[in-house]
């Protein structure tokens, strides 16, 4: 009862704090810490699964469909020449989030200037699915459109295989997901 009690007082205290709460399987779970200079990911016990470094702020996550895996995307703080002059967000990185028996698991990918990501004005916007191992995500792409005057920015739904990279497909097709 008092375990259950704790439980609920640390959900509803996050959801009042704007700090979302994801379930993986096992009953585990991770809270977005935004108190301080910089965001952490923490599970139940309190221990920091992953912590960013300042000015990258968590855009979006995904969940697995067996709650197996969480995928996050980050985006990093543009600043001008004064640290006062803040100029929005680019593009900054994935972090695949995953655990077992030994603990957490914590990877980055598609950093933002390694490929595929090193292209001119090519960012992900969205998040859309991610398989359980993590190894396969449905990502949506930005990306700029030079054939066309003025130009403009192009969105696709593109399935990733995420250690390689390698694009599987474009567009919401359940065969992209298939090996």
Not at 13 to 35: I, Q
Not at 133 to 148: C, P, S, T, V
Request: hydrophobic share 40%; net charge negative; proline share 3%.
């Amino acid at each position: 009862m008092k375990a259950t009690l704790l439980l609920l007082m640390a959900f509803v205290s996050a959801v009042l704090a704007d700090e979302p709460t994801w379930t993986l399987s096992g009953g585990k779970t991770l809270r977005l810490d935004k108190s301080g200079d910089t965001q952490k990911l923490i599970d139940s016990s309190g221990a920091v699964v992953a912590q960013f470094a300042a000015g990258e702020d968590v855009y979006g996550a995904v969940v697995s469909e067996g709650h197996t895996c969480l995928l996050v995307l980050l985006f990093v703080e543009r600043l001008g020449k004064r640290s006062a002059d803040r100029r929005g967000f680019d593009y900054g990185y994935l972090l695949r989030v995953t655990s077992d028996s030994s603990g957490w698991h914590t990877t980055r990918l598609f950093e933002h200037a390694t490929p595929p990501m090193n292209e001119l004005h090519r960012f992900i916007s969205e998040l859309g699915a991610v398989s359980d191992d993590g190894k396969i995500a449905l990502l949506k792409f930005g990306a700029a459109n030079r054939e066309q005057t003025p130009y403009t920015m192009d969105y696709t739904w593109q399935t990733w295989e995420l250690d390689t990279p390698k694009l599987l497909g474009t567009g919401l097709k359940l065969e992209h997901g298939k090996r």
